[in-house]
């Protein structure tokens, strides 16, 4: 069973700083591309950043130069550090990974539950 499980969101002032993290199980890491999206009340899912396996980065234009993405293989775990956030980074940040099951070949796409940013002003 897959599983990718975000911690790190909570309540932060505008201008401030959070670190979420991402942690897989049951995907092979090493082969797996990750995201994070987020999604505000009554918007669309967007992309917010995105790693290939290779260490590839990709930023959505809303938060360029304001947050790193990484990963570390050694704790199969992906990080978005955030900084100088704002009221409109405010949604429920979740987790994607496209990667392979142990002992399967094809490639599927998985969701974590989800954290909660809250940037107040």
């Known amino acids: 069973q897959v599983q990718l499980v975000e911690s790190g969101g909570g309540y932060v002032q505008s201008g401030g700083s959070l670190r979420l993290s991402c942690f897989t199980s049951g995907i092979l890491f090493s082969t797996t591309d990750m995201a994070w999206y987020r999604q505000a009340p009554g918007e669309q899912r967007e992309l917010v950043a995105e790693i290939t396996s290779g260490g590839t980065t990709n930023y959505g234009d809303s938060v360029k130069g304001r947050c790193a993405i990484s990963r570390d293989s050694t704790k199969r775990a992906m990080y978005l550090q955030m900084h100088s956030l704002k009221t409109e980074d405010t949604a429920v940040y979740f987790c994607?990974?496209?990667?392979?099951?142990?002992?399967?070949?094809?490639?599927?796409?998985?969701w974590g539950q989800g954290t909660q940013v809250t940037v107040s002003s």
């Open positions: 994607y990974a496209k990667g392979r099951r142990y002992g399967r070949s094809s490639y599927s796409s998985f």
